[in-house]
């Protein structure tokens, strides 16, 4: 089964400033299609999750540009610029590439 | 605009079954595979299964291979998740979301296995 690990676990942020999140998995993600099914999702506090980030760095629709993907491989990065208030909550990735596995979630929150 | 209303969750005993369903409407529900996904109390997120649109290919989690049976009505719009067995383990808020790449979700219903 692929593992994801995400780093860090919990992230404090000031507002206004940046915030990264590493999605890491124990095998490439490339599909046979040529494809890479890395997704990211947000969960706000009480609310089901939505997905923001498709195929490492599509921005669904209605998602600010604020919220950018990137990566490759095995190593893949969720990236908050000038973070808001309304960002708090917890990040997930997810392969869809070898079935389905998410990451272990990030917590962000505001310093 | 999607929209997805999971309901059948409540508290069941060890052992015994549950039947959860998820009405879908908003877009061409026999077009688009349909997964659905679980979430335990303040944990994160697991995927459970998957089915492919005309209902032919599913897949299916380890922890739950044997004992759930995902399934479709495409006229009646609604995704279905037969849970047998259940365990304390498989108390969770079920989420049903579209395609392989989940991106639309619904409310999530609660499933409480519990004596």
């Known amino acids: 089964d692929v593992v994801m690990t995400q780093s860090p676990l919990s992230l404090p942020v000031t507002l206004g400033q940046s915030a990264s999140i590493s999605c890491r998995s124990s095998?490439?993600?490339?599909?046979?299609?040529?494809?890479?099914?890395l997704h990211w999702f947000q969960q706000r506090p009480g609310q089901s999750p939505r997905r923001l980030i498709y195929k490492v760095s599509n921005r669904d629709s209605g998602v600010p540009d604020r919220f950018s993907g990137s990566g490759s491989g095995t190593d893949f990065t969720l990236k908050i610029s000038r973070v808001e208030a309304e960002d708090v909550g917890v990040y997930y990735c997810m392969q869809g590439t070898h079935r389905w596995t998410f990451g272990q979630g990030t917590k962000v929150e505001i310093k | 605009e999607v929209h997805l209303v999971e309901s059948g969750g409540g508290l069941v005993q060890p052992g015994g079954s549950l039947r959860l369903s998820c009405a879908a409407s908003?877009?061409?529900?026999?077009?688009?595979?349909m997964t659905w996904v679980r979430q335990a109390p303040e944990k994160g997120l697991e995927w459970v299964s998957t089915m492919s649109g005309s209902g032919g290919d599913t897949y299916y989690a380890d922890s739950v291979k044997g004992r759930f049976t995902i399934s479709r009505d495409n006229s009646k719009n609604t995704l279905y998740l037969q849970m047998n067995s259940l365990r304390a383990e498989d108390t969770a808020v079920y989420y049903c979301?579209?395609?392989?790449?989940?991106?639309?979700w619904g409310q999530g219903t609660l499933v409480t296995v519990s004596s």
């Open positions: 095998q490439s993600l490339v599909h046979s299609d040529g494809n890479t099914y």
């Open positions: 908003g877009f061409t529900f026999s077009s688009y595979a």
């Open positions: 979301a579209t395609s392989y790449s989940l991106d639309s």
